[in-house]
C-alpha cells in the first residue's frame, strides 16, 4: 500500500471476471486502477473460479464456436429459461456486445478450446475456457498485473460511503487493518450474497441452512446490502436463488463443478421416507438439472437418494465420491440411512409399473412407467441388477437473483437518481437481466459485457 | 497431498475428483485418456503418469489445489508414481535400489574410477593410430563400449516390455509410433494446448523455455549420437579412420550436437532451480539435477576435446570424456535417462487405444 496514490482514478470492488473486465479496460484508458479482492490469493476470483465457458453470439464459425448463433435465437434461449424475466434491452446489449468479447478475451491472455466432452451440444453456442475459469482469472490478473494495476487481497469492503449523489470513498479492512480507499470513480463486482446463510434462511426459510453453496464462500453481499440500506435501487426476486442437486457428500462451500451428478434421469428418487416425489424422466438432463436443487429443497430436511442400478451406472458422468454400493435394495437402503422396508416398497412398486421396449439412454425413449402416481415418464427400467448404487443429493446454491438495478451503462442508481461515479458489473447486478433460470455461459457474458462498460464508462468519467 | 495413501492410492484419489471435472482437457494427452474409465487400476494410473510431462498447467488452472480440502497436486502425484514405475520396472533390481538411494555418489565415483581406467589404458596404446587413437586403440574403444551402450538397452527393453504389460497395451501399429514419435519431436505436451508453454518455471504464466531446452538437448544427443554413427561408418565401411576434419559428417553432426547438449543442459538446470520442487516428485529432484549435469559434462567434455586437439590434454581431456559417456549409458536403466522410453511407450500405447469418447451430461 506504501505505493499508492492518495486517490486512485478508478476503485473496482470485487476480484472475479467482471471486476478484472472492469479494471483492465479503465486501465488501458489511462485511469490508475484499484482491485479490491476479498479472498486471498489462492481463492482469487469468486465465482468465476468455478465457470468454465463463455456464451456468445456468432454470425459465423469463430474459434472455437462451430456454426452461427444470432441475436434473436440467443434471446430466445434466455426468454425460455427466464420465462420472461428479462430487461430485454440489456439482454440484447449483453447478447450482442458477447460477439466482440470473445476476441477482446484472447487479446487479454484467456485461451479457449473446443468444448469439453459430454458438452458437445453446447458446441456451437459456448466458447469453452482452456483449463476452465481459474485459467481465466490468471490470465486477467496476469494482464492486470502488467498494466501497473494495483491488486490487493483479502479486503473486504465493510462501506461504500456515499454523500448525495457521489461515492467520496471505501472503508475497507486489508488483511484485518482498516484503510481508507479514495478514489475517483468505483465499480461494484462483488457478486451476490449466496455464501451468507443466514440472509440465505432470512430470505428462505431455515430450510436454507441444509444448502450447500457451490461456490466462493466470499461472496456474502456485504457491500450489496451495503448499498441497497443506502437506497440503492435493486432488482430481482430477494428470496431466490438458483440452486441444482449434487452430491450431499459435497463440502459445504467451493465444491464447484465437481460435485453434479447426472445420474438422475436413470434414477429413481426419494425422499428422507422411501417415497419418489417427481417425474425423473421429466426430460434430457440439460434441461432439468436446474430444477432438481429446488425438488430436493422442498422434501424434508432438503435431501434426496438417487438408487440405480448396474445397468445404468456407467450411463453419466463419474461422480466426484464413488456412490454407495450394495447388493441388495434394503442393504442400500441401510447404509443410506433409508427404511429399508419403505425404501423395498417403493422400488417393487416402480419395478412393477415399468413397461419392456427400447432403452436409449440419449434421446427421450418413452419408456414409462404406467398407474403410478408419481410417474417416470423416460428411461423407466426397473431397479433388478445388482449390484444397487446410491448417491445422496442435496440444494446446491450457484448464485442469488437480487441485485443492483443498472442502466444500459451499467451506472447505479438511487431513487432520485444515477450515482453520479458509481457503476457495477457481474453477478451484483446480473438479476437485472436474469430474472429467473439460467443459461450456461451467460453469467461470464453479464460479467464480461458489463465489466467492459463500467470500466470505459469509467475512464471516460475521469478522464 | 495425503501422506497417509501411498503414491498409487493418493493418484487414485485425485484422478476419480479430477475426472469429474474435466476442465483441463485441453492441455494434454492425460485428460481425453482420462476420460475412458471411472475407475483407476494401478496400470491405468502408470499409464497416465506416463504420459504426463509435468507441463503443470492443470495444477494452475485447478480450483480444488491446496487449500482447498481435495488437495489436488495432479503433477506432483503423478510424477510420484511414474518415478516410482521407473524404479519397481527397472532391472537388475538390486542395482536400481543401489541407485536409487546412492545415485548421485554412485554416478560420480563411477566417474572417476572409469577415468583413470581409461588413462591406465592409453598405456597399452598401439604403436599405430592418429589423433586420439594415438592414446586409445580403436578395438579397445569398440570391445568396450559395445557391451556398455547394448546391455543397458537391452535391460531397458525388458522393462518397456514389463511397462507394456502392466498397462494394457495393444497391438502397435506403425501409425500408433507415427503419432508418438510425432509427440514427442514437437514436444506436443509441453505446449500447453495453446502453443505457448507451459506452466514449469514462471507460475501461472505460459513459458516456451521449458519445450526450447529439452528439444535442444534432445536434438542434440541425436546429432552426437548420429555424430558417432557417421563416424563408424567412415571407419567400417569406407576405411576413413579418426581424426576427420572439420567439413566431415562426424564433426557437422558433433559440433552443433555438443553445443546445443551444452546450452540445454545449462537451461535445463536453470529452470529447476527456478520451479516450485512442490509440483514435481521432490524426493528425486536431486538425482534428476545430476542426470542433466551429467548430460551437460558428457558434451563439454566432448567439445573440449575436439578444442583440445593436437595439444597434451588430449589424453586425460579422453579419459574424462570416455568415463563420462560411460557412465552416461550404464546408468541408463536406473537414471531419467529412461523416462524417454517410457514416455514414447506411453504414447504408442495412448495412440493405440480407442479414441475417448467422454460422458453424457
Given amino acids: ?463 | 497431498m495425503s501422506l497417509d495413501l501411498s503414491p498409487m492410492d493418493e493418484a487414485r484419489r485425485q484422478i476419480e475428483i479430477c475426472n469429474a471435472c474435466r476442465y483441463c482437457e485441453g492441455f494434454c494427452s492425460v485428460f481425453p485418456a482420462m476420460t475412458r474409465q471411472k475407475a483407476f487400476a494401478d496400470g491405468d494410473l502408470t499409464q497416465l503418469a506416463n504420459l504426463c510431462h509435468n507441463c503443470r498447467g492443470c495444477y494452475y488452472a485447478c480450483q480444488y489445489t491446496a487449500p482447498h480440502e481435495f488437495a489436488l497436486n495432479i503433477p506432483a502425484v503423478l510424477a510420484e508414481v511414474r518415478v516410482e514405475s521407473w524404479e519397481r520396472l527397472a532391472r537388475p533390481q538390486a542395482v536400481a535400489r543401489l541407485f536409487q538411494t546412492h545415485g548421485v555418489a554412485m554416478a560420480g565415483l563411477l566417474v572417476i574410477v572409469l577415468a583413470w581406467f581409461f588413462w591406465a589404458l592409453t598405456a597399452f596404446r598401439p604403436e599405430a593410430g592418429a589423433g586420439f587413437y594415438a592414446h586409445l586403440g580403436h578395438n579397445t574403444l569398440v570391445a568396450i563400449f559395445v557391451p556398455a551402450f547394448l546391455t543397458p538397452l537391452a535391460l531397458i527393453a525388458l522393462s518397456v516390455r514389463d511397462y507394456w504389460r502392466e498397462v494394457g497395451g495393444g497391438r502397435v501399429r506403425l501409425s500408433h509410433i507415427v503419432s508418438a514419435f510425432g509427440s514427442a519431436a514437437r514436444m506436443k505436451n509441453l505446449s500447453g494446448g495453446h502453443g505457448e508453454g507451459c506452466n514449469f518455471e514462471k507460475g501461472d504464466r505460459f513459458s516456451d523455455r521449458r519445450r526450447v531446452f529439452h528439444q535442444l538437448m534432445m536434438y542434440g544427443f541425436l546429432l552426437c549420437f548420429a555424430s558417432t554413427a557417421s563416424g563408424t561408418v567412415m571407419h567400417y565401411a569406407l576405411g576413413w579412420e579418426a581424426p576427420y576434419p572439420l567439413f566431415s559428417l562426424p564433426k557437422l553432426l558433433g559440433l552443433p550436437g555438443g553445443l546445443m547438449m551444452v546450452v540445454g543442459a545449462a537451461g535445463l538446470m536453470w529452470l529447476k532451480l527456478k520451479a516450485d520442487p512442490a509440483l514435481g516428485a521432490a524426493r528425486v529432484w536431486g538425482g534428476e539435477m545430476a542426470f542433466v549435469l551429467l548430460l551437460g559434462v558428457v558434451a563439454l567434455t566432448g567439445l573440449g576435446l575436439y578444442a583440445a586437439t593436437g595439444t597434451a590434454l588430449v589424453g586425460p581431456m579422453l579419459a574424462v570424456h570416455l568415463a563420462t559417456v560411460m557412465v552416461l549409458f550404464l546408468l541408463m536403466p536406473f537414471s531419467k535417462m529412461v523416462h524417454g522410453f517410457f514416455r514414447l511407450a506411453a504414447l504408442i500405447a495412448e495412440a493405440g487405444k480407442p479414441a475417448p469418447a467422454g460422458g453424457g451430461e
Fill in chain 1, 1 to 463: 500500500m506504501k505505493d499508492w496514490p492518495d486517490t486512485f482514478d478508478l476503485a473496482v470492488v470485487g476480484g472475479g471476471n467482471a471486476a478484472l473486465c472492469a479494471a483492465i479496460t479503465a486501465a488501458e484508458a489511462g485511469a490508475s486502477v484499484l482491485i479490491l479482492e476479498g479472498a486471498p490469493v489462492p481463492y482469487r476470483g469468486g465465482n468465476s473460479r468455478h465457470t468454465r465457458n463463455f456464451r456468445c453470439m456468432h454470425k459465423q464459425p469463430m474459434f472455437p464456436l462451430t456454426g452461427s448463433y444470432d441475436e434473436d435465437e440467443y434471446l430466445d434461449d434466455l426468454m425460455l429459461v427466464t420465462k420472461g424475466r428479462t430487461d430485454e434491452g440489456l439482454a440484447r446489449l449483453a447478447i450482442r456486445s458477447s460477439e466482440e468479447c470473445l476476441p477482446w478475451m484472447q487479446a487479454h491472455g484467456v485461451r479457449f478450446q473446443p468444448s469439453l466432452s459430454g458438452t458437445l451440444s453446447l458446441s456451437r453456442t459456448n466458447a469453452f475456457f482452456l483449463g476452465g475459469g481459474k485459467a481465466l482469472v490468471n490470465a486477467y490478473y496476469n494482464t492486470a498485473a502488467d498494466l501497473g494495476i494495483k491488486i490487493a487481497y483479502e479486503a473486504q469492503v465493510r462501506h461504500v460511503h456515499r454523500e448525495a449523489d457521489r461515492i467520496t470513498h471505501l472503508e475497507v479492512e486489508i488483511a484485518g487493518h482498516p484503510v481508507t480507499v479514495k478514489a475517483r470513480a468505483f465499480v461494484l463486482a462483488s457478486g451476490g450474497f449466496q455464501a451468507d446463510l443466514d440472509w440465505l434462511a432470512r430470505a428462505w426459510g431455515p430450510a436454507a441452512r441444509n444448502f450447500l453453496i457451490r461456490g466462493t464462500p466470499y461472496n456474502r453481499g456485504v457491500v450489496l446490502r451495503d448499498m441497497l440500506d443506502q437506497g440503492a435501487e435493486s432488482v430481482g426476486d430477494p428470496t431466490q436463488c438458483h440452486a441444482v442437486a449434487i452430491d450431499g457428500r459435497a463440502p459445504k462451500y467451493d465444491g464447484g463443478i465437481v460435485t453434479r451428478l447426472d445420474c438422475v434421469p436413470f434414477s429413481i428418487v426419494l425422499n428422507r421416507d422411501g417415497d419418489r416425489f417427481y417425474d425423473e424422466g421429466e426430460d434430457v438432463w440439460p434441461k432439468r438439472y436446474a430444477i432438481w436443487g429446488r425438488l430436493v429443497a422442498a422434501q424434508p430436511d432438503q435431501v434426496g437418494y438417487a438408487l440405480i442400478d448396474a445397468k445404468s451406472i456407467d450411463l453419466f458422468m463419474p461422480s466426484v465420491f464413488p456412490p454407495v454400493k450394495s447388493d441388495t435394495i434394503e442393504g442400500l437402503a441401510v447404509q443410506m440411512g433409508l427404511d429399508p422396508q419403505a425404501t423395498r416398497r417403493t422400488v417393487d412398486t416402480f419395478n412393477a409399473a415399468c413397461r419392456p421396449g427400447p432403452f436409449h439412454s440419449t434421446t427421450l425413449d418413452g419408456l414409462r412407467t404406467e398407474g403410478l402416481n408419481v410417474p417416470k415418464t423416460n428411461w423407466a427400467r426397473p431397479l433388478d441388477t445388482a449390484p444397487f448404487y446410491g448417491y445422496q443429493l442435496r440444494p446446491g446454491v450457484t448464485f442469488t437473483y437480487l441485485g443492483l438495478k443498472v442502466d444500459a451503462r451499467a451506472q447505479v442508481h438511487s431513487a432520485e437518481g444515477p450515482i453520479q461515479n458509481l457503476w457495477a458489473a457481474g453477478e451484483i447486478m446480473a438479476g437485472s437481466i436474469l430474472g429467473q433460470g439460467y443459461l450456461a455461459g451467460f453469467g461470464m457474458t453479464i460479467g464480461t459485457v458489463f465489466g467492459r462498460i463500467a470500466g470505459k464508462e469509467a475512464a471516460t468519467h475521469v478522464a
